[in-house]
């Protein structure tokens, strides 16, 4: 997970949301379930990484407007 989440520039914790389908936007990311441990082939990981960035270049995956993000309530 450390060597994915360097790939993407996240945080290892985001990249077991993304595995779990739990990030709106993008797809799950494929991974192996070994006991515990999870692990993403480098072929999958490459894959993924092209499908969500044509369909981000397509307008498939929007992201939320800024006044969006900022007018939602707030988790005390």
């Known amino acids: 997970m450390a060597e994915v989440a360097l790939e993407l520039r996240c945080s290892k914790a985001h990249v077991y949301n993304v595995i779990a389908g739990k990030v709106d936007g993008v797809r799950a990311l494929p991974a192996i379930l070994m006991g ?21 270049a397509e ?11 900022m007018s939602a309530p707030r988790n005390a």
């Open 36 to 56: 515990r441990r999870k692990l993403v082939r480098r072929e999958a990981l490459e894959h993924w990484m092209m499908v969500n960035k044509t369909a981000a």
């Open 59 to 69: 307008g498939a995956i929007r992201s939320p407007d800024i006044e969006t993000v």
